[in-house]
């Protein structure tokens, strides 16, 4: 098993491109989350989804907009990038207490 | 923001000298959880808690929920350098909701 798998691993975008990051899970989870992981700030949670075809807002979504079409898979947009929206991305999915994280995507916004 | 504060949010100890980091919250909460992430890594579950004055040991690792629920410790006795990385503590709400919030960390650094 895979496990969480997120792509693209590394990437540079100029602000105002849009970009959609992708994370996939092999397990069955209902549970998927995407955060984001700044210094000093932790993991931030940005939207959730506790199933295939539902979503719900995290901490700080604005500005990022998902969606979870098939159950294995939660998808992350940007529509268009700003510099504070640098940072390292985590998905993770969750069956009823773990959670399993992905190795995380480093994205620059110049 | 964050609904739970972890303090301290960075520590440096010698290498055997125990390790402290503290899960704060002001409301109640029904479990808490630990990770570790390691330097470039990505956070890993160590443990939950769910039961009031609930203590559980991993190895060199105890664990601690308060009587009120409200806060919990983790514990590391005798440092060694592969404890090298961030603790964080996090939240998960029950009962369809599933929501997962973390605390903001604290980065342990060992000095051999």
């Known amino acids: 098993n895979a496990g969480v798998t997120q792509t693209p691993k590394f990437r540079v975008l100029k602000t105002g491109q849009s970009m959609t990051l992708l994370c996939a899970q092999d397990m069955n989870h209902e549970y998927m989350y995407w955060y984001r992981q700044d210094p000093g700030m932790g993991l931030r949670l940005i939207h959730y989804?506790?199933?295939?075809?539902?979503?719900a807002k995290g901490e700080v979504p604005d500005g990022y907009n998902v969606s979870r079409l098939k159950k294995q898979n939660f998808l992350l947009g940007l529509e268009s990038a700003a510099p504070s929206q640098t940072s390292v991305y985590f998905c993770a999915s969750s069956y009823s207490i773990e959670a399993f994280f992905g190795q995380g995507t480093r994205l620059t916004v110049v | 923001g964050q609904q739970v504060m972890q303090i301290p949010q960075y520590q440096h100890v010698q290498e055997g000298e125990d390790f402290t980091t503290y899960c704060n919250s002001s409301?109640?909460?029904?479990?808490i959880q630990w990770y570790k992430q390691r330097p470039g890594g990505h956070p890993v579950f160590l443990i939950q808690?769910?039961?009031?004055?609930e203590v559980k040991k991993q190895k060199r690792l105890t664990f601690q929920f308060g009587e009120a629920k409200k806060n919990s410790s983790l514990h590391i006795t005798a440092t060694q350098t592969t404890d090298v990385g961030t603790y964080f503590c996090a939240r998960k709400t029950n009962f369809g909701n599933e929501k997962l919030t973390f605390g903001t960390g604290t980065r342990l650094t060992i000095i051999p």
């Open positions: 989804s506790v199933g295939e075809g539902t979503t």
């Open positions: 808690l769910v039961k009031s004055g």
């Open positions: 409301t109640t909460l029904s479990n």
